[in-house]
T-cell receptor, first 115, second 114 residues
């Protein structure tokens, strides 16, 4: 069974640009969560999508947005990039919320560098 | 609101020594508890989890953790450290309802000295 796939793995952008990251969950998983990982802050929750609907949202500015498609694949977008957005963005999928144990299955992440 | 505190951002042990990584949680409802491991340039991998039942949980690579409700703790241990255990370890908590996001601690970097 294929794991969670994130693309691209690495990317470099400049301030003011925007970026779109993609995540394909494990087959059969309908919930996708996104986390931002930085050395100082650890893993911070961005948002969670289930059946194309945003179920939970973390405390990030509106520049951070996401969506989920009917095949459960998800994208997140960051507009007007700032230096502080440099981070590893992790996507995780899980079974239907409330039916599983809450275990998340993570991809290898997309490492974003903003210059 | 749920929260997780990991005591010690960096722990260093000798090869063959006991590994003890500390985790305390705060949750107003019965929690699910997890330990994840992250190797360099990789995503997180589940080590073990506590949902219900036996409070001593065994995971992969010889790790185990004990859920102590009275102490709100879920410390991770391994009797004998191996060089390959060097990684970052994250404790996490979620609620039984599954309606809240998984909340992570800030992580503990484990170094193993030969």
């Amino acid at each position: 069974k294929a794991g969670v796939t994130q693309t691209p793995r690495y990317l470099i952008k400049t301030r003011g640009q925007q970026v779109t990251l993609s995540c394909s969950p494990i087959s059969g998983h309908r919930s996708v969560s996104w986390y931002q990982q930085t050395p100082g802050q650890g893993l911070q929750f961005l948002f969670e999508y289930f059946s194309e609907t945003q179920r939970n949202k973390g405390n990030f500015p509106g520049r951070f947005s996401g969506r989920q498609f009917s095949n459960s694949r998800s994208e997140m977008n960051v507009s007007t990039l700032e230096l502080g957005d440099s981070a590893l963005y992790l996507c995780a999928s899980s079974l239907d919320p409330g039916q599983g144990s809450g275990e998340l299955f993570f991809g290898e992440g997309s490492r974003l560098t903003v210059l | 609101a749920q929260s997780v505190t990991q005591l010690g951002s960096h722990v260093s042990v000798s090869e063959g020594a006991l590994v003890l990584l500390r985790c305390n949680y705060s949750s107003s409802v019965p929690p699910y508890l997890f330990w994840y491991v992250q190797y360099p340039n990789q995503g997180l991998q589940l080590l073990l989890k506590y949902t219900t039942g036996a409070t001593l949980v065994k995971g992969i690579n010889g790790f185990e953790a004990e859920f102590k409700k009275s102490e709100t703790s879920f410390h991770l241990t391994k009797p004998s450290a191996h060089m390959s255990d060097a990684a970052e370890y994250f404790c996490a908590v979620s609620s039984l309802s599954g309606n809240t996001p998984l909340v992570f601690g800030k992580g503990t970097r484990l170094s193993v000295i030969a």
